[in-house]
């Protein structure tokens, strides 16, 4: 891709932005853009002024925002952006014919705070929960293998965040600016004020949404479709089969990791390994495909990974474990498989 074809992918993003046809990977790579180059925050600035100018004058019924949007987007594919976005904003201002509008316009772009683009990463790599404190009083308890990005300052339209992994939100109430968790698969969880718990790892083939109290809506951007959720109730969805189920679920179970501890509700065995592999940093393989046909009722809180098998393995005599070495010098690793006793099968 030549240098000319960049300029103009570049030009277009913030385009697209103003002409909302943002897609979410774009907006990320916009957000980064914006706050590593003073340049491109001056572009923003000039191509807000244009646009504002232009709603303006849809909404005093002078012109149609459309026509005006398909014109701009044709001429702004030159290298030097910048002098030809000035160009548009002079002819767009002679047009209006509207000094007053024009300064008034100017003066909303001049008070654009480049800041509300600034978005911060925190990521928990360790067994320990992280604690993030959101600019509008909200927590958000970040789990284990889990990333949470989220803007310095939200805006007075909406708050938005990105999680991968698993967190525990508590929600500032504010009726008037709806809270986002933007997930993988085009999935996002929408609150105004309220408690919930979100699994969502890339790795995964399912997402769950627990709501400990309150009210959420997940929101299927790629159908277009709304499922609320009530108080004690878990959606989750499957990435492979696209199908949703919701179930009852027990609040320590999804959320007793925020007090340290892991619990287990009647748990089938195949998310007793997801949650022990992901606290414990941990690679766990089941051996036998008869295992996932196994339960499990317990909570453990500072037992180390063995003593929770042992103890899983006591509850059910004839579950087996054992830890494999790789053979990899450059990278060894430790495997812990579990299998049945050759007698039961």
């Known amino acids: 891709m030549d240098k000319e074809e960049i300029n103009k992918k570049e030009s277009d993003l913030n385009l697209k932005f103003f002409m909302k046809e943002l897609q979410e990977d774009e907006q990320f790579f916009l957000k980064e853009r914006l706050r590593n180059d003073k340049k491109e925050q001056e572009l923003f600035k000039e191509l807000a002024f244009v646009f504002k100018a232009a709603e303006t004058i849809v909404f005093n019924n002078c012109c149609h925002i459309k026509q005006a949007q398909k014109k701009i987007k044709k001429k702004l594919t030159i290298n030097n952006r910048i002098v030809r976005v000035k160009q548009i904003a002079l002819r767009i201002a002679a047009i ?20 509300r683009f600034q978005m911060k990463e925190v990521s928990n790599l360790g067994e320990n929960v992280s604690v993030v404190n959101l600019s509008d009083g909200s927590e958000v308890y970040l789990y284990a293998g889990s990333i949470l990005r989220y803007p310095e300052q939200f805006s007075k339209k909406e708050r938005v965040v990105e999680l991968t992994g698993q967190a525990y939100f508590k929600v500032h109430a504010n009726p008037e600016n709806p809270f986002y ?10 609150a105004y004020g309220t408690a919930f718990n979100i699994y969502a790892y890339e790795s995964d083939s399912t997402l769950s949404v627990f709501l400990e109290k309150g009210a959420v809506n997940v929101i299927d951007s790629d159908i277009n479709q709304t499922y609320k959720l009530e108080p004690g109730i878990e959606l989750t969805y499957n990435r492979k089969e696209k199908s949703i189920e919701k179930r009852w679920k027990s609040t320590d179970e999804c959320i007793g990791w925020t007090k340290g501890k892991i619990v287990f509700d009647h748990t089938p065995i195949r998310e007793v390994v997801q949650k022990l592999s992901r606290y414990y940093d941990v690679d766990i393989r089941i051996d036998d495909a008869k295992l996932n046909e196994y339960f499990f009722k317990a909570t453990f809180r500072d037992e180390s990974i063995y003593e929770i098998l042992n103890m899983l393995k006591v509850s059910s005599p004839d579950l087996q474990w054992e830890i494999i070495q790789s053979n990899n010098s450059l990278k060894p690793m430790k495997t812990i498989v579990l299998k049945l006793n050759k007698k039961e099968k």
């Open 96 to 115: 209006i014919c509207i000094p007053l509008l024009v300064s008034h316009t100017y003066l909303l772009i001049e008070n654009w705070d480049p800041d």
């Open 181 to 190: 968790v933007h997930t993988v698969n085009n999935l996002k969880v929408k």
